[in-house]
């Protein structure tokens, strides 16, 4: 059995919302008004820079200290979603709750559907809450309310790919399937119009370890789920071709010497990896498969932390993890630190609060949230990924 | 409720951490949902510290808001503090914990009880103070504790109310305001709360006077030091050289100088001295001239707008179309300050308002926020940014002051560098842009004379999904890899070839 340990102790990560930075450039014309504090707001301001508010795809609901004591009025609401979809091309509205509106409880449920059948677009509610989701668990909650929108009327073989990507991964992995007979769509798609159909002939393969509410609410709608690994680096990639393949019958060509031949020609590249100690703080919940991806190449994990583990979604990722290898869950900043002073890690991959300060004291550091944010996944994307870690330990 | 898209300030709890953790030996418990954490991102992105940020977070999660977080609080302040106390502990929340019926009062005597050091909860409301607000409050709290009577300093003195970690440009500007202070013969007494101990705090009433570069957010503390100290406020901001001079006799005024600038040889020759005058020789050259047939746009927070406003219109000249300011609570002194000014005068914190005044003005120079740049960028107007909110800009790795002698030569610098004038500005005038000057949408990567690859369509198309910085590189390489293979076709199955085997 392997040994997770839940130290309950604090953390440095970002607030979920943040997943709206995103999840606006994958979906056309999305906007997302967020029900939330002065706090919220400059929340979203300072972690995405003010580039994406020239051109504003997200507002802030602002709660006023009068909706403490007097409610507020779904009125109000509607008054924002028409400004909003006066002003800007808007096909789809978010609203999103967040801690002080989920405490206040503020029916944001229905002020959705007064607002979605009043101006003719979808207008989904977004229950977002830092009181109990992490830092990308932000994209989960979208996802799995765009779930509920997805038609099931089509009763027909077909393939969906879940989580955002990449536009280049995307097309990538669209040309990996190009000989499919199923029709392959993603989610998020890439407008609201195109939402993939879900039904029992559905497969259904999750993309990142974080989406746990959308992979319960797709085998609500009886989805088959393949269950695989996150396809980081080559050997990851092939196991998860060849998983997805399988689950659709079909047989894979060609991949084990894709990867032999992506093996051969970093070899050098790898040996950067090879017995090097790598320290993982808890931020993005990419931690286990990015651990199991350098113990594959020889690294030594000193440190495995998540902000939570979610064992359904990454069952087949624990069985390639070496067994050696303790997680901990919501690890407790200090003793980490201590822990860094006993084993002096090779690199540390650490949220954006510490990246500076253990720059500073002289560690190697690589910035966790380029993992969420750069194209890493496949195989053409291997070399990219584990040049990663090596620029960072340079 | 209000719907804003974009906010100039930034909430409470920004303001009283970034005064809390300006003091010296001060640690700061945070009470608040994980996410609110990203006041350390502020703190270590901007200032780059080799330190932690001294806020340690007390997680208010699902369990708490059933079980209540009193004994988890006590928790965290046992196991961080016990056995190494802070000089100073403040316990701070966010909108979350302010929802919650906490009673922070009882926790805070229970921690100075184990703690035996001074404890300080300072109440904020996410709901309706702004940063700048909220760090007023906590000055004029911390002085309301912590000052006592004290003698006036045998040589002239003054404070520097209201430096603090968020500050604008501020170190910078203390280094600055320094050496104008000490060539006046001033001293100073205490800065506060930038890098304060407790001893700098109750040594704040021996100063003869008290001077702060940022009124926004320091004339509720300005002003209960002159209520309880009498200590007068010194209320010129030294930003331009007529701001300097106006400065420099408010000071007289008062009695802390004679006004005469004490400079050294070696200051006059490669210091600060080497600097004066320097604005006016500006203002007075072919190149400043130019600027007169120009239109400036200033937006920003009370001081930076009213300090670079004052600067373009008496100094350089540069006609000014609006000058606007989003700290609402200082309208009346902002039209006042302005009020002799050729200027159309505004007040907002709403950015589509400014959006809109800079479309109806069409001015050739915006001075203002990051946002305004922003906005700049996509009316292909020139711009700098003067002002907060927060941003990498306000923490140049350089000497970039925007007081004082070399504040003022700093500011015309900015001012000039993003206008194109002269000849090169004549010509376009005279002829349009040259044509090569438009940039290609696909840029031309490759010398393509002899070049007999043929690209599909479908690549094509996937090739400009490739960020255009390095699009150069990967369609070299790919088309290297195609000659190596021979191939004269670059299709869609060629390239994800050539990317996968890309490398080793």
Same mark, same amino acid.
């Given at each position: 059995?392997?040994?997770?340990?839940?130290?309950?102790?604090?953390?440095?990560?970002?607030?979920?919302?943040?997943?709206?930075?995103?999840?606006?450039?994958?979906?056309?014309?999305?906007?997302?008004?967020?029900?939330?504090?002065?706090?919220?707001?400059?929340?979203?301001?300072?972690?995405?820079?003010?580039?994406?508010?020239?051109?504003?795809?997200?507002?802030?609901?602002?709660?006023?200290? *009068?909706?403490?004591?007097?409610?507020?009025?779904?009125?109000?609401?509607?008054?924002?979603?028409?400004?909003?979809?006066?002003?800007?091309?808007?096909?789809?509205?978010?609203?999103?709750?967040?801690?002080?509106?989920?405490?206040?409880?503020?029916?944001?449920?229905?002020?959705?559907?007064?607002? &979605?059948?009043?101006?003719?677009?979808?207008?989904?509610?977004?229950?977002?809450?830092?009181?109990?989701?992490?830092?990308?668990?932000?994209?989960? &909650?979208?996802?799995? &309310?765009?779930?509920?929108?997805? $038609?099931?009327?089509?009763?027909?073989?077909?393939?969906?790919?879940?989580?955002?990507?990449?536009?280049?991964?995307?097309?990538?992995?669209? *040309?990996?399937?190009?000989?499919?007979?199923?029709?392959?769509?993603?989610?998020?798609?890439?407008?609201?119009?195109?939402?993939?159909?879900?039904?029992?002939?559905?497969? %259904?393969?999750?993309?990142?370890? *974080?989406?746990?509410?959308?992979?319960?609410?797709? %085998?609500?709608?009886?989805?088959?789920?393949?269950?695989?690994?996150?396809?980081?680096?080559?050997?990851?990639?092939?196991?998860?071709?060849?998983?997805?393949?399988?689950?659709?019958?079909?047989?894979?060509?060609?991949?084990?010497?894709?990867?032999?031949?992506?093996?051969?020609?970093?070899?050098?590249?790898?040996?950067?990896?090879?017995?090097?100690?790598?320290?993982?703080?808890?931020?993005?919940?990419?931690?286990?498969?990015?651990?199991?991806?350098?113990?594959?190449?020889?690294?030594?994990?000193?440190?495995? &932390?998540?902000?939570?583990?979610?064992?359904?979604?990454?069952?087949?990722?624990?069985?390639?993890?070496?067994?050696?290898?303790?997680?901990?869950?919501?690890?407790?900043?200090?003793?980490?630190?201590?822990?860094?002073?006993?084993?002096? $890690?090779?690199?540390?991959?650490?949220?954006?609060?510490?990246?500076?300060?253990?720059?500073?004291?002289?560690?190697?550091?690589?910035?966790?949230?380029?993992?969420?944010?750069?194209?890493?996944?496949?195989?053409?994307?291997?070399?990219?990924?584990?040049?990663?870690?090596?620029?960072?330990?340079? | 409720?209000?719907? =804003?898209?974009? =906010?100039?300030?930034?909430?409470?709890?920004?303001?009283?951490?970034?005064?809390?953790?300006?003091?010296?030996?001060?640690?700061?418990?945070?009470?608040?949902?994980?996410?609110?954490?990203?006041?350390?991102?502020?703190?270590?992105?901007?200032?780059?510290?080799?330190?932690?940020?001294?806020?340690?977070?007390?997680?208010?999660?699902?369990?708490?808001?059933?079980?209540?977080?009193?004994?988890?609080?006590?928790?965290?302040?046992?196991?961080?503090?016990?056995?190494?106390?802070?000089?100073?502990?403040?316990?701070?929340?966010?909108?979350?914990?302010?929802?919650?019926?906490?009673?922070?009062?009882?926790?805070?005597?229970?921690?100075?009880?184990?703690?035996?050091?001074?404890?300080?909860?300072?109440?904020?409301?996410?709901?309706?103070?702004?940063?700048?607000?909220?760090?007023?409050?906590? @000055?004029?709290?911390?002085?309301?504790?912590?000052?006592?009577?004290?003698?006036?300093?045998?040589?002239?003195s003054v404070n520097l109310i209201g430096p603090y970690y968020f500050g604008f440009h501020e170190q910078s500007n203390l280094e600055e305001i320094h050496s104008l202070l000490s060539s006046l013969g001033i001293e100073i007494n205490s800065i506060f709360p930038w890098k304060a101990s407790l001893d700098n705090i109750r040594h704040l009433p021996a100063a003869w006077a008290n001077i702060s570069l940022s009124p926004e957010s320091s004339m509720r503390t300005l002003e209960l030091l002159k209520l309880q100290f009498n200590q007068p406020?010194?209320?010129?901001?030294?930003?331009?050289?007529?701001?300097?001079?106006?400065?420099?006799?408010?000071?007289?005024?008062?009695?802390?100088?004679?006004?005469?600038?004490?400079? =050294?040889?070696?200051?006059?020759?490669?210091?600060?001295?080497?600097?004066?005058?320097?604005?006016?020789?500006?203002?007075?050259? /072919?190149?400043?001239?130019?600027?007169?047939?120009?239109?400036?746009?200033?937006?920003?927070?009370?001081?930076?707008?009213?300090? /670079?406003?004052?600067?373009?219109?008496?100094?350089?000249?540069?006609?000014?179309?609006?000058?606007?300011?989003?700290?609402?609570?200082?309208?009346?002194?902002?039209?006042?300050?302005?009020?002799?000014?050729?200027?159309?005068?505004?007040?907002?914190?709403?950015?589509?308002?400014?959006?809109?005044?800079? @479309?109806?003005?069409?001015?050739?120079?915006?001075?203002?926020?990051?946002?305004?740049?922003?906005?700049?960028?996509?009316?292909?107007?020139? =711009?700098?940014?003067?002002?907060?909110?927060?941003?990498?800009?306000?923490?140049? /790795?350089?000497?970039?002051?925007?007081?004082?002698?070399?504040?003022?030569?700093?500011?015309?610098?900015?001012?000039?560098?993003?206008?194109?004038?002269?000849?090169?500005?004549?010509?376009?005038?005279?002829?349009?842009?040259?044509?090569?000057?438009?940039?290609?949408?696909?840029?031309?990567?490759?010398?393509?004379?002899?070049?007999?690859?043929?690209?599909?369509?479908?690549?094509?198309?996937?090739?400009?999904?490739?960020?255009?910085?390095?699009?150069?590189?990967?369609?070299?390489?790919?088309?290297?890899?195609?000659?190596?293979?021979?191939?004269?076709?670059?299709?869609?199955?060629?390239?994800?070839?050539?990317?996968?085997?890309?490398?080793?």
């Open positions: 059995m392997r040994n997770i340990e839940d130290r309950a102790g604090c953390f440095f990560s970002f607030c979920p919302l943040a997943a709206i930075g995103w999840l606006h450039r994958k979906i056309k014309n999305s906007f997302y008004l967020v029900i939330g504090s002065p706090v919220c707001e400059s929340f979203i301001q300072n972690a995405f820079g003010m580039m994406l508010f020239a051109k504003p795809r997200f507002a802030t609901a602002v709660i006023e200290e *009068y909706d403490l004591f007097l409610g507020t009025s779904p009125k109000r609401i509607l008054e924002f979603a028409k400004e909003i979809a006066n002003d800007y091309k808007i096909d789809v509205l978010f609203l999103l709750e967040t801690c002080p509106s989920q405490l206040l409880k503020l029916d944001v449920a229905r002020w959705a559907e007064i607002a &979605s059948a009043e101006l003719e677009i979808p207008v989904i509610n977004v229950p977002i809450s830092g009181l109990d989701a992490s830092f990308t668990e932000g994209e989960d &909650s979208i996802l799995s &309310s765009l779930v509920d929108l997805c $038609p099931s009327d089509v009763h027909r073989p077909n393939l969906i790919l879940v989580g955002s990507l990449a536009g280049s991964v995307e097309s990538e992995f669209l *040309y990996e399937f190009r000989n499919l007979k199923h029709p392959v769509s993603f989610l998020p798609p890439a407008a609201i119009g195109e939402l993939p159909p879900i039904s029992e002939k559905t497969t %259904a393969v999750l993309l990142h370890p *974080y989406l746990e509410q959308t992979r319960k609410k797709l %085998a609500a709608r009886g989805c088959n789920i393949v269950s695989t690994v996150f396809p980081l680096g080559a050997s990851a990639s092939r196991q998860f071709f060849e998983d997805v393949f399988n689950a659709l019958g079909v047989s894979a060509k060609g991949l084990a010497e894709r990867e032999a031949n992506i093996f051969a020609r970093n070899a050098e590249l790898h040996g950067r990896i090879f017995g090097k100690k790598f320290f993982f703080f808890p931020d993005t919940q990419l931690e286990i498969p990015l651990a199991r991806f350098l113990s594959s190449l020889g690294g030594e994990i000193v440190e495995l &932390s998540v902000p939570k583990i979610n064992t359904k979604l990454l069952s087949k990722e624990l069985e390639f993890l070496d067994n050696g290898i303790a997680i901990i869950e919501r690890a407790d900043f200090n003793e980490q630190m201590n822990k860094i002073l006993l084993t002096r $890690p090779d690199l540390i991959i650490a949220p954006l609060a510490l990246t500076t300060p253990l720059l500073q004291k002289g560690y190697k550091v690589k910035h966790s949230m380029d993992f969420v944010l750069l194209p890493i996944q496949g195989f053409s994307n291997h070399r990219s990924l584990v040049e990663l870690f090596t620029n960072a330990m340079i | 409720m209000r719907l =804003s898209f974009w =906010s100039y300030e930034n909430p409470a709890f920004v303001g009283i951490c970034g005064g809390a953790m300006s003091l010296k030996g001060a640690e700061i418990l945070l009470v608040a949902p994980r996410g609110d954490s990203y006041i350390n991102v502020l703190f270590s992105v901007y200032k780059r510290s080799i330190d932690f940020m001294p806020v340690t977070l007390c997680t208010i999660e699902k369990r708490e808001l059933s079980e209540g977080a009193e004994d988890k609080i006590k928790e965290a302040i046992e196991n961080t503090w016990k056995d190494s106390p802070p000089r100073l502990l403040f316990i701070v929340t966010t909108c979350t914990a302010e929802l919650l019926k906490i009673d922070f009062n009882a926790i805070r005597a229970w921690a100075e009880y184990i703690l035996m050091t001074p404890v300080i909860f300072i109440e904020s409301n996410s709901f309706t103070e702004t940063e700048s607000e909220a760090l007023d409050r906590f @000055m004029a709290k911390m002085v309301d504790q912590f000052t006592v009577h004290a003698l006036k300093t045998k040589v002239p406020i010194v209320k010129t901001i030294p930003i331009g050289e007529l701001g300097i001079k106006r400065f420099i006799d408010e000071l007289a005024a008062l009695g802390l100088t004679d006004g005469k600038l004490k400079l =050294s040889d070696k200051d006059m020759l490669y210091g600060m001295g080497s600097y004066i005058g320097r604005v006016n020789n500006f203002a007075h050259s /072919v190149n400043a001239e130019q600027l007169r047939r120009r239109k400036a746009f200033v937006f920003g927070s009370f001081t930076q707008a009213v300090g /670079v406003t004052r600067f373009l219109a008496e100094e350089l000249h540069f006609p000014v179309v609006a000058a606007g300011t989003y700290s609402l609570a200082l309208a009346d002194r902002f039209r006042e300050e302005l009020a002799g000014i050729d200027t159309e005068v505004f007040i907002t914190n709403d950015f589509k308002e400014v959006r809109q005044r800079i @479309m109806d003005t069409q001015p050739d120079l915006i001075l203002a926020t990051q946002m305004e740049k922003h906005i700049a960028a996509d009316l292909n107007i020139p =711009s700098a940014i003067i002002s907060p909110p927060i941003n990498n800009e306000m923490f140049p /790795v350089s000497f970039q002051p925007f007081v004082g002698y070399r504040g003022a030569a700093h500011l015309a610098d900015l001012i000039f560098n993003p206008l194109t004038v002269g000849l090169e500005d004549n010509l376009k005038r005279m002829f349009g842009e040259d044509e090569d000057d438009i940039e290609e949408e696909v840029p031309a990567v490759l010398d393509l004379k002899d070049d007999d690859l043929i690209w599909t369509p479908e690549a094509l198309r996937e090739l400009k999904k490739i960020p255009f910085f390095v699009r150069p590189i990967a369609r070299k390489s790919i088309e290297e890899y195609a000659r190596a293979k021979n191939e004269r076709t670059i299709t869609l199955d060629l390239m994800y070839e050539a990317k996968e085997n890309a490398g080793g």
